[in-house]
Each structure stands twice: as C-alpha cells, then as structure tokens.
C-alpha cells in the first residue's frame, strides 16, 4: 500500500498523489462541498493527517536505521518525542470528539429507543490511550472507517481494523506483542506470536497446522501427558492423520540426530512420498524437569531440512532463552507456552501461546513469500500456508480479553518469581537428597545424568521449579508400600495443595502415573521414569523449610508405621536451615552478577 494514499477512503481505487488532492477527494466521497466553509476546514485538517502520515513513515525508516547507531542519550531523546507525539496526536482526536458528538446528538439522540445503541464508543475510548495498563477491551465486533478499508482488513493488510474479537483482540494483541518481546528480545521483529485458549489448544492448534497425514514426528520421551494423549491416541490414529511417533529417551543433540536418522530409515517409503519429519521437544521436561540441548537439537534437525517445535513452559523465556540464540540455525521454528503457569503464575486463568517466525505466522492474503531458511535454503511460503490463514482464523481457539490481561499482569513479575523458585528448587532438593530412603530426580543435582545439559542450556544453571521425588527403596530398604504411600500423600494438605497444574504461587505435588501421565500405559509410565509412589512437586513461593517440616510430620503419622524411623532420617534442624541459607545467597548473588553493569546501562 502506498504511504501517501494510506489514509484515504478510496486507498485502492484513488488515482490521487497529492495531500490536497487526496482531502479534496474525501471530502467529496462523504458528500461535502470542499470549497463550503465547513468542507474547507476539513480538506485544509485532512491535507496536514496525509501530509503528517507521510512524514510519519519517514520517521519509522530514520528509527529502524539509526536505532543501531545510537547512544542511550539519544535513544531516551527519541523515544520521548516520539512519546510525545503521540500524545499530540491522541489530543487532536481528543478535540474532535465534541464538534463529532454534537452532530451526533443531533442525528441519534431524538429516535425512538436512542438507549439501545449504547454510548457511541469513539466518543469515550480517546481516554483509554492514557491508561498505564493495556485496557480490557470487551467487544465481539469492531467499527470500521469505510469499505476500502474493511476489504483491506478482511485481507490481511489493515492491521488498525480488527474484524472479530474471536480472531484479533486488541488486549490479546498487546499479550502476544510483549510476549515476542520477552521471548526473543533483540530478535523480537523477527518473531510473531498467536494466543490461544489454553496451552492445549495452543500445541492442538500448532499440530494441526503442521501435520500431515503420514507424517512423521520425533519425540523427547518425558513430556506433558496430554501432549502424549494427544500425539498418540488422536494424531497417530489411523482414522485421523496416521501419524507415526518415534520417541527419543535422550537430551543430546547426538541422541535426537539418532532418533531422527532412525526415523528417516524407518519411514523412507513416506518421506520419498512427500512426508515430513517433525521434532518434538519439551524442556524441561513434566514431570522431572530434565533439560534437552534445544540449540544442539535444533542444529543437527535444521541440518537435515526438518522442523522443530519446543515446549518450554516449564522454563519459561527468563531460564530457558531458546529464541535468543545468535545462530538462527539453533533455535526453534516454534516455541510453545502455556501461559496458565509460570508467566501467568497465580493458577487463576488458562491460556496459551505459539512463537514463530514472521513468514510462518501470517503473510497478507494473496501474497507469498520467499524465506532464506536457517541452513541456508530457500522456500517460498504462501499465505494460506501460515498459522494464522490455515488454523488461527477458522479454529476459533481464541483468548478473550479478560484472560489475556490476566497474563498480562502476572508477567510483570514473573522473573521475581522464578528466582524465589529458583531458591526454594535447590533447598529442598538437596535436603531431600540427604534422606536416604527417598530418591530424588533433579537435573540441579551433580548425580543427576541430565546436570550437564541444565548447566550448559538454563540461563545462570538454574532448575526449573520442578523435580520428582519417589519411594521405590534401594539396595537396603525396600520401596514404600502403595497403601502407605497413598496414606502419607493424603496428609500432605495444606502444606502442600493436591493439586494437578503447576508454576502457581503455592507449591502442589501430586503423582503423575495416577493422574498428568494416567493415560500411559504400565511399560510408558516405567520407560518415562515414573514409578508407582513418584510425586511430582511444582515449587512455590513458600519457605521451602515448612515444607520438609510437613513431609517430616506426615511421614511420623504414616510411612514410620511400616517402615520405622523414616522420618527421623531427614537432616537435622540446623542443616536444614544452613542448607536454605547457603543456597539463598548463593542464587542471589549470582543473579545479581549477572545483570547489567551500570556502564552497560549507561551506553
């Protein structure tokens, strides 16, 4: 679209170039005399909003390359008149509500039942561009500025028009916005984001966009169950899309080029028949919060011309940065989160999100693209083979307004959060490793074979805030009887909420083979690592030491009666509080080293 016909009614059809041509042409589409007293004064306003867009445009091209060259005196100075711009501009708008109000009033308000129209809502959402906060914008439909520009929007090509709040919302946008932000910071132009209804619907809606029939999908072995559910018994189903899954057990680069090469072998009659290869990863991993090689594995699948999804909920953007990588061939072609946990963090909304690059995200109808791919290769993407043509626009798996600022919200303190977490992951995991009849599975632990994967993938080598523990014995006690078990884990309320999510301000255990992993079967469950009397714990904001304290005191009412002093075997007092201490500043001090010096925020 041209820059100097944007503004115009007639943007498509105008044979005008000229600002004043251009007024003069409006004017007389909305049935005015430009040379009447009243048309004049609007054809001399409208040339200066044509002439101002104009200059608007060459103000965008100056920031976008001279942004680079700039000191942070200079940033702050742009910034700030261009801030201030656009105060101007919302004030003119603001100015014009009342002579716009008047003639309103003069045509509407003396009908029959005026009072069902409502307030006319450009009348009173001019103040909504000063709130602090994203507004809650609580709507179905939206007004349109005229035909041309409807026909645009229905194509793709007006983003100021929203059609339909089941497909954009104006709050739900704001979401997505930051949430590239936060997820690929400098790279954040580079990326575009989709909300859905929850993280489910998010992974459905990305699949369903992806896969298809006879394709074939590489899995991490330990991920979420409904993901599992999902890929096996609805995806892989030969009534469906007849899928094949080939699950890969490790966390390295060289295990999942294995898996893939395996898989290439396996399947060569599909691929030579058109399928593809799909990798799936999530990581950390639910339930034990295992860490894959992301990059690693993101390399060695671009280089054999295949895709990769990561579902990096439980990391979040803060500890695992997967998008932020210099080489593009290392990260992901799209990141997943269920925004219902970590980000949103108070467990009181579901809601989800896909990340992906530009050209996979949306492309105006009718257009295509050509994208130079991360090894290199050339591909030219269509339109309606982008998310938001082929899934997002007639799916329906929408987030509405309301949710959306609930995120919103929650992700102002988000980092704050998984720090404290941090804090209170690797205090009651290494208490609880000192009890030697409870087996503890963390990748925070150097005995744990995936800690090397956490120290070279997880910003700073901080856990996600979720381990396992179970009870299975060892070689000189045996495993804790499931009666037992189920009598001690019945007692861990209120200290700990029996509850199934995760990422929430209070810490909830609970065990994954009876409900998250209920859907595998007996050989899944036991080649997944989870036994019997695993318990899943999702750390929380508390003091991590209340919550030995508790375990200590359900154990005494429950595991000692079949197995005597179990709980006498947990640390003493003192270690446990030196334990909390030590790890507290340890964490902190290495979060506060690795912020920005004053000179770097300074530049």
Known sequence: MKVSTQLSPLRKTTKHEKAQALAIEQAEHFGLDPNSEFGASLVELATTLYQANSKTHDLWGITIEGLKELDRSDRIAWFNAKRFLSFQLAKILDNLQNPM??????????NGHFASKGAYPIFDNVAAIFSASPVITRTATYLFACTEWVEDAFNGREPLHNIYSRLLNPTSISL?????DIEAGELANQYMAWNFNSGMAAIDGLLSHLLGREDIV?????????????????????????????????????????GIEQAEEKYADRIAAGRQIYVYLESPCNPH??????????????????MVIADTTVGTPFLHPVLKR???????????????????????????????????????????????????????????????????????????????????????????????????????????D????????????????????????????FPASLFTIDM???????????????????????????????GQ?????????MTTHSELSREALKEAGIEPTTMRISVGLEDPRMFISHIQKAAQLSIDKAHPDFSQLFPCASEIDDIFQQTYLEVQLKFVKSLPSYEQLSR
């Not at 109000?101 to 003396?110: F, L, V």
């Not at 997505?176 to 590239?180: D, E, G, K, S």
């Not at 301000?505 to 083979?513: M, Q, R, S």
Request: aromatic fraction near 10%; proline fraction near 4%; charged fraction near 20%.
């Open 218 to 258: 590489v899995a991490s072995r330990n991920i979420y169950g409904g993901s599992y559910q999902l890929l096996k018994d609805w995806y892989a189903r030969s009534s469906n899309l007849d899928i094949a899954i080939e699950w890969v057990d490790g966390y390295t680069d060289a295990e999942f080029l294995q």
């Open 289 to 306: 919060g295992f860490v894959l090689d992301v990059a690693g594995i993101s390399k060695v699948t671009h280089e054999k011309d295949w």
């Open 434 to 461: 000192k009890h030697p009849d409870i087996n503890v599975s963390c990748p925070a632990l150097p005995n744990n074979p995936n800690y090397a994967q956490l120290q070279s993938n997880m910003h700073l080598g």
């Open 472 to 502: 299975e014995g060892n070689s000189k006690r045996p495993p804790i009887k499931s009666n037992v078990f189920k009598q001690f884990f019945d007692m861990l309320e209120p200290a700990i909420g029996m509850q199934v999510s995760l």
């Open 101 to 110: 109000r008047a003639t309103y009033q003069s045509i509407a308000t003396s």
């Open 176 to 180: 997505a916005n930051h949430m590239v």
């Open 326 to 432: 210099d080489d593009p061939i290392e990260r992901p072609d799209f990141v997943v989160h269920s925004y219902t946990k970590e980000l949103a963090g108070s467990g009181t909304t579901t809601a989800g999100v896909v990340i992906g690059k530009n050209e996979h995200m949306f492309i105006p109808k009718g257009d295509q693209i050509e994208l130079t791919k991360a090894n290199g290769k050339k591909v030219t993407i269509n339109w309606n083979e982008t998310l938001f043509w082929n899934v997002y626009y007639i799916k329906g798996a929408f987030l509405d307004a309301d949710k959306a600022f609930d995120v919103l919200n929650g992700m102002k303190t988000y980092e704050l959060r998984v720090v404290q977490k941090t804090i209170n992951t690797l205090a009651l995991v290494r208490i609880l």
């Open 505 to 513: 301000t209070n810490t909830v255990a609970l065990c994954p083979a």
